[in-house]
């Protein structure tokens, strides 16, 4: 049984965590629907654009605020899109981290629009690249969009 929405923005906060494993699994399914043509090269996330620290402090985060609506295993529900598989890959394949980010920063958590701190935002987007098998590094991400442009994820 599913819990009900207490506020409707719930749903928004939940669709901005769903748009970054939809940008991980994207690249290969618009590869086949181009004839599987070779994509232009992009910059994608190298190895170390996260640290396993902040993916862990990440994961803490998602759990408190934005498993409710996408659920524990990031699969979605009746409130909100899951946060893996071709439709999440086919809303942010190609474009750079720093929109995944922005959105989260504005819309999400959905009952909180805005509510969490650029360090909470980029910590569980770090924890969304790590369930979407991008290897962690030394570093964590940057805490601004502009030094998550350059990115680009695709699978890992």
């Known amino acids: ?6 506020h409707p923005l719930t749903a928004i906060a939940c669709v901005a965590m769903t748009a970054l494993l939809v940008v991980t699994a994207a690249a290969p399914v618009a590869a086949q629907r181009r004839g599987r043509r070779k994509a232009a090269p992009m910059a994608q996330p190298k190895p ?13 985060l998602y759990a408190d605020n934005c498993s409710y609506c996408h659920l524990f295993d990031l699969s979605g ?3 909100a899109p899951a946060l893996t598989g071709p439709p999440f890959v086919a809303k942010w394949a190609g474009k750079p981290l720093s929109e ?18 650029a360090q909470q935002n980029a ?3 770090a924890f969304l690249l790590k369930r979407a098998g991008f290897p962690a590094g030394a570093i ?7 030094g998550l442009k350059g990115i680009v994820a695709s699978r890992p």
């Open 48 to 60: 170390g654009v996260f640290s396993e620290a902040q993916a862990a402090r990440g994961e803490a």
């Open 1 to 6: 049984m599913r819990r009900h929405m207490k």
């Open 140 to 146: 964590d991400l940057p805490l601004q969009s502009a």
């Open 123 to 125: 910590d569980v987007l």
């Open 77 to 79: 529900g009746d409130l």
């Open 100 to 117: 995944v980010f922005d959105y989260m920063r504005v819309q999400m958590p959905l009952n909180s629009p805005g509510g969490l701190s």
